[in-house]
């Protein structure tokens, strides 16, 4: 990877959804529009229908055009501040150094940070005791580059760019209340322990603990409640 200095244009078109957790990244609505991009697209194509992520660049200036990114899970949530040492702020875009066709899973790992509402999400590849790039995209999302190679993305505001599954785009998003990030961290915390090996409590728990965050969140009508009573249903749908 190399970093191009001018600004990108991509901060209104992250998406986030929750209930199949894929973060969204550029104009392609769908799957369909992203297979038409590949044809004029070097990158990362393997994710569709497995387990890596697709990455897309221009063919014609190599810059950064669209991403496809599977969040690993469960999602670990962070009680504490995060903290990336040794690193340098860049803000501008992402270039291919060559074009040459690349594999890159970027959410070996992916933790929530709820006292910042910020995603951070990497490759088994960042070596955290040495210095990385964050290359600030938009004011909310930042690639990690590290020896140039992509290692990683955090996400700033992370639950204000959530949204639901059936939705390809939005173009008015509802408010969203300052303990929202709250209610997406209980509710990622009930998933970890719904996936642990050792469940901490009785499934009949896990059900009534959900039902109570739907309870809580169904006054409101913003599309990012919205989505999490959908993923929360959907959770206990799987659960009966």
Known sequence: MIIDNNLSDINEEIRWYLSSQIIWIGKAKDYKEVEELKKTSYGSFDWLWSDADT??????????????IKLSEPINVIKEKSDIKQFEGRNGIIKLR???NFNSKLSYITEYYPREDKIISYSETW??????????????FSFVLQ???????????????IISDSIHFV????????DF????????????????????????????SFAKIYEEILPYEGTNYIALRDTILNVIDYMD
């Open 147 to 161: 020896n140039d190679e992509m290692v990683g993305f955090v996400l700033e505001n992370a639950s204000k760019h």
């Open 98 to 100: 060559d074009k040459k």
């Open 127 to 140: 070596d955290k005791l040495e210095r990385v790039v964050l290359v600030n995209m938009t004011g909310n």
């Open 55 to 68: 990455i897309l660049f221009n063919k014609d200036d190599l810059k950064f055009s669209g991403a496809v």
């Open 171 to 178: 173009e008015e998003r509802g408010a969203v209340e300052p």
């Open 181 to 208: 990030s709250l209610k997406l961290s209980a509710f990622l915390e009930l998933v970890e322990m719904m996936e642990s090996e050792i469940p901490e409590i009785e499934e009949s728990e896990l059900k009534k």
